[in-house]
């Protein structure tokens, strides 16, 4: 498996450039998981993403098909483990008295 700038692909590190860039967890509502939880912290953010596109686009024809090609290999996970951790470095406090 091929990466690219750090990330496990293409498409993950273009989705992170193009619509992450400048977020934060609390942006994105995902300030309450913990790194253990990126699997559903990424389902949130996959859901946000297609938010950001439209969920009216529809998936026909030839460009629907590469949209869906795209996003249907963007590691959703790695984009919230990558947003939990710099959240956890900017935010001790936070994570602190969730712990509590």
Known sequence: ??????????ETWKTNLEI???????????????V?????AGQVIQEY???CIGHEYT??????????GFLSTVNWTE????VLEQW???NPEEIEDEEE
């Open 1 to 10: 498996m091929s990466t690219y700038n750090g990330w496990s692909n293409w």
């Open 20 to 34: 992450l860039d400048g977020m934060d967890a609390q942006d994105l509502g995902i300030e309450h998981y913990s």
């Open 36 to 40: 253990e939880e990126a699997y559903e």
């Open 49 to 51: 993403v297609g938010e």
């Open 59 to 68: 998936y026909d024809g030839f460009t629907g098909g590469i949209v869906q």
């Open 79 to 82: 984009l919230a483990r990558g």
């Open 88 to 90: 956890a470095i900017d």
